[in-house]
Antibody, heavy 113, light 109 residues
Framework: QVRLQESGPGLVKPSETLSLTCTVSGYSISSVYYWGWIRQPPGKGLEWIGSIHHSGRTYYNPSLKSRVTISVDTTKNQFSLKLSSVTAADTAVYYC??????WGQGTLVTVSS | EIVLTQSPGTLSLSPGERATLSCRASQSVSSSYLAWYQQKPGQAPRLLIYDASSRATGIPDRFSGSGSGTDFTLTISRLEPEDFAVYYCQQYGSSPPYSFGQGTKLEIK
């Protein structure tokens, strides 16, 4: 059974960097498929943030590209999201996913001083 | 970048009725890499359909997907009370970003 679990601070100060980790169980992160991050501001729709593919190549939403980094740690079977220079507009539930099939439960990150 | 437009924004129907939700892409979605999700309040999205017409594991057969190119449809043949939720489409073709539609809210009439 493939499972994904997001972890990281629930509160981040404006202008700082949001850092989240997705721990994968039941499947090797080194195998085929891409691993991605999606977010959902309160009361709004889903926004694709970016993904990292088994080739190692990364793709980012153009609207966030200058602030986003997605990386993989194969030794821990984890992948991570870093979003810099956050503002209140980055407050959202952040989800990690393996392609379209498997999603984590999501974690709420609030940007506030 | 492919923009997905879902219609209608809100759909009001009664249990037992048929629901038809539309997702239109601004350009062709390669290999019909189009997914449909259901989301209920406080829950993560749940995959219903992938590759435009393949049902995900455990999804009842009253859910079906169709379409290709730029026009895709999710059909729920007979609505059950638990089907009232928000539905999103997403394209994951050869060219990221893997954009989402803005969602269709299916509400009880």
């Amino acid at each position: 059974q493939v499972r994904l679990q997001e972890s990281g601070p629930g509160l981040v100060k404006p202008s700082e960097t949001l850092s989240l980790t997705c721990t994968v169980s039941g499947y090797s992160i080194s195998s085929v498929y891409y691993w991605g991050w999606i977010r959902q501001p309160p009361g709004k729709g889903l926004e694709w943030i970016g993904s990292i593919h088994h080739s190692g190549r990364t793709y980012y939403n153009p609207s966030l590209k200058s602030r986003v980094t997605i990386s993989v740690d194969t030794t821990k079977n984890q992948f991570s999201l870093k979003l810099s220079s956050v503002t209140a507009a980055d407050t959202a539930v952040y989800y990690c996913a393996r392609a379209v099939m498997y999603w984590g439960q999501g974690t709420l990150v609030t940007v506030s001083s | 970048e492919i923009v997905l437009t879902q219609s209608p924004g809100t759909l009001s129907l009664s249990p037992g009725e048929r629901a038809t939700l539309s997702c239109r892409a601004s350009q062709s979605v390669s290999s019909s890499y189009l997914a449909w999700y259901q989301q209920k309040p406080g829950q993560a999205p749940r995959l219903l359909i992938y590759d435009a017409s393949s049902r995900a594991t455990g999804i009842p057969d009253r859910f079906s997907g169709s379409g290709s190119g730029t026009d895709f449809t999710l059909t729920i043949s007979r609505l059950e009370p638990e089907d009232f939720a928000v539905y999103y489409c997403q394209q994951y073709g050869s060219s990221p970003p893997y954009s989402f539609g803005q969602g269709t809210k299916l509400e009880i009439k």
